[in-house]
C-alpha cells in the first residue's frame, strides 16, 4: 500500500489563554463541596456523640432493685405461671413507697421504715390495645407470705394490713402477696418515692385537676381554691396524699383522686406531644430515670422505651382505672376487706387478658339487678350493698364484670 503523502496540518497546542473563569469555578465548586461534606459530617459525629453521652446520662440515671430480684429468684417456684391465654401480656406492679429517709425526711419522722403508700397493679394486654390498673387498697386485710426481712430473718404468714407486707419485706413481700391474692404473675416493678413523684410532675409542667371545693390542709400543704387548677410538685404531691380534709376522708376517695391524676398526667403528656418533642421529653426523661427503681429487666432506658410505646399505642378511652372491689372490715372498720366474688372475677379477667368494662362512679342505677333483668348472685333481699354495687353485668361463664372506674380519656372537671 502507498504511503499517504498529504500533509496534515500540525495537531494543535492546547490554548494557553484561557478565558477567566471556565477552570476555576469547578475547581470552587469541588472546594465548597467537600468544606460542606466535612462540615455536615463533623455534625453528624457530634450529634451521635452528644446522643451517646444523653442515653449513657438517662440510663445511667435508673437504679436497679438487684436485691428484690435476687430475692423473687430463690422463691420462683412458690410464684403463679403466666395462663396460655394471657401470653405477650404483661403486669407491672407501681410501688408508692412513704418512705421518710434522706430527701423524703421533711414528710415525717419515720426515717428508717416505709410502706407501700399506693400500690397499683398495670396490666397491658397481648395486643397493646387495653390497659388495665387496679389499685390496691393500703388498708385491706390479706394474707401475706413468710418474706425475707431487710436484717435477713424470714417473717411467718400472717394477716395483715397490705402496706405492711412492704415494711415487712420490701418489694419482694409486696409482689409476691399480690401474686398470692391475685394468681397473677408481675413481670416488672417501678418504686417511687414522695421526691421522685414532685420531680416528675415538675418536668411536664403541672398536671390539671379539678378541685370541687376549696381545699385548706396544713398537714398536705395544700391550699386551693375551688375549680380547675394546674398543680405543681409539691401540691400536686399534697393533693394525691391528703386523706382526712377532703370528701368523706375515706381512703377510697384518695384512690380515685390519684387515679384520676395519673388519667390527667397521660393526657396532659398525649395532647402537648411530649414524648415527640425532644426539648420537652429531655427533662421528663430525665426526670423519670432519676426518680425510680426498677427491676432488672426494666432498669434500662432502652426497657423503659419500648415500655412508653407500648403505653402511647393504647388509646386513652382503653385505659382503664379503677379499685379493687373492697369493704369495710367485719372486725374493724378501719381496714378493709375484698369484696367476693367481685375481686375474684377482675382478677381472673385479667389473668385471661380480658378487657374490663367500667361505669362512673356513682350509685349504681339498679343494685341486685343485671342489665338483662335477671338477678345478680348474691343480691336477692337484704344483700350486702357493697356487693350489689359490684356485681357482674352478665353472670353468664366467661362474661368480664363491670366496676366502678374511669377511663383516662374522661376530663373529671368537665363533669363538674
Known sequence: MAEDDTEHPPTAAPPTD????????????????????????????????????????LDGNIRTDSATDRLLAKLEAERP???????????????????????????????????????????????????????????????????????????????????????????????????????????????????????????????????????????????????????????????????????????TQRMGRQQQFLAALIRKVESQGVLLNPARLWPVLDAATSSVRADGGLSSLGALYDLTQDLRSVPTANVVFLTAPRRPYRYDSDRDEFVQPQTGQLFAALRDDRSVAVRPPGPTPSAGADPSGGASPGAGPGADSAEAAFAAVSPSAGASPTFEGRTADVDACAQH
Not at 390498673?133 to 404468714?157: H, N, Q
Open 18 to 57: 484561557v478565558p477567566e473563569g471556565r477552570t476555576g469555578r469547578p475547581r470552587k465548586r469541588r472546594r465548597w463541596l467537600m468544606i460542606t461534606a466535612g462540615a455536615v459530617a463533623f455534625l453528624l459525629v457530634a450529634c451521635g456523640v452528644l446522643l451517646w453521652i444523653a442515653y449513657r446520662k
Open 81 to 251: 405461671s403466666r395462663s396460655a391465654g394471657a401470653r405477650g401480656a404483661e403486669n407491672l406492679l407501681l410501688i408508692g413507697s412513704d418512705d421518710r429517709s434522706g430527701a423524703n425526711g421533711s414528710y415525717g419522722a419515720d426515717a428508717g421504715t416505709q410502706r407501700s403508700d399506693t400500690t397499683i397493679l398495670l396490666h397491658l394486654s397481648a395486643d397493646r390495645r387495653h390497659a388495665t390498673a387496679v389499685s390496691v387498697p393500703r388498708d385491706v386485710m390479706v394474707s401475706v407470705p413468710a418474706c425475707e426481712k431487710p436484717d435477713g430473718t424470714r417473717s411467718k404468714p400472717a394477716l395483715m394490713q397490705f402496706n405492711w407486707a412492704f415494711e415487712t419485706g420490701g418489694p419482694a413481700c409486696s409482689i409476691r402477696t399480690v401474686e398470692q391474692l391475685s394468681g397473677i404473675r408481675i413481670d416488672h416493678y417501678v418504686i417511687l418515692d414522695f421526691s421522685g413523684f414532685k420531680t416528675i410532675v415538675d418536668a411536664i409542667g403541672g398536671v390539671d385537676v379539678c378541685v370541687p371545693q376549696p381545699i385548706h390542709d396544713k398537714d398536705a400543704k395544700l391550699d386551693l381554691p375551688a375549680g380547675r387548677q394546674t398543680l405543681h410538685g409539691e401540691q400536686a404531691l399534697g393533693y394525691v396524699r391528703a386523706r382526712e380534709s377532703l370528701g368523706d376522708g375515706s381512703d
